[in-house]
């Protein structure tokens, strides 16, 4: 009997081999034979699960998203609300080696959707559910207006990418505590507030 192949499983497993690949050399080094080999396969399978190269590599920008999207569900619901965000802003940040990959998979995207309008539509649409999603936490937590709630998401969003990608480019100049402490600097002033309103 033939050996059932959970379909799901694999195009996962590709777009996570994908995710690595990317990571280690930039988008256009992405190479189909590449992929299947990271994930274990033949080509003939990759290509069997995605309709070519732009598949892949749309497919390993969805599944890094939806983990930066399922990241965002845990929230520090037991701290001050400013600190609450500030700890949500690092969550994000390329603190460690497998968050590294992904944020040179990120930039990697950036910078292919310079010239690719798909991609960049792709990028925007992505950027919307990122901020929306912290929006809406900031306002669970804090009791922001949904006006406010976006425009904090909209300043961490734009804090966490500099930090993150000034990280992800020198990191042996950029430890977990240099990015958290030059975070600290760009948000603390933004965040202080929602913690003396929370004592008022």
Not at 94 to 119: H, I, K
């Amino acid at each position: 009997m033939p050996k059932q192949v959970d379909a799901e499983a694999q195009r996962l497993s590709i777009a996570e081999a994908a995710i690595r690949v990317i990571g280690d050399g930039g988008l256009e080094n992405a190479r189909l034979r590449d992929v299947a080999r990271s994930a274990g396969v033949t080509t003939g399978a990759v290509t069997h699960y995605f309709d070519g190269k732009d598949a892949v590599l749309l497919a390993a920008l969805d599944e890094m998203i939806r983990r930066i999207l399922e990241q965002q569900t845990t929230l520090p619901k037991c701290m001050p609300p400013g600190e609450a965000v500030f700890e949500i802003a690092c969550d994000i940040l390329p603190l460690d080696e497998a968050s590294r990959t992904e944020w040179r998979v990120w930039l990697a995207f950036w910078g292919g959707a310079m010239g690719n309008e798909r991609l960049r539509a792709r990028h925007r649409a992505y950027y919307v559910r990122i901020v929306d999603q912290l929006a809406d936490s900031f306002s669970d937590l804090a009791g922001l207006s949904p006006e406010q709630a976006n425009q904090l998401a909209d300043a961490v969003v734009a804090a966490v990418d500099g930090v993150g990608a000034r990280a992800t480019l020198e990191p042996e100049h950029w430890p977990a505590s240099r990015e958290r402490q030059a975070l600290a600097t760009l948000l603390k002033p933004l965040l202080r507030p929602l913690d003396d309103a929370n004592l008022s």
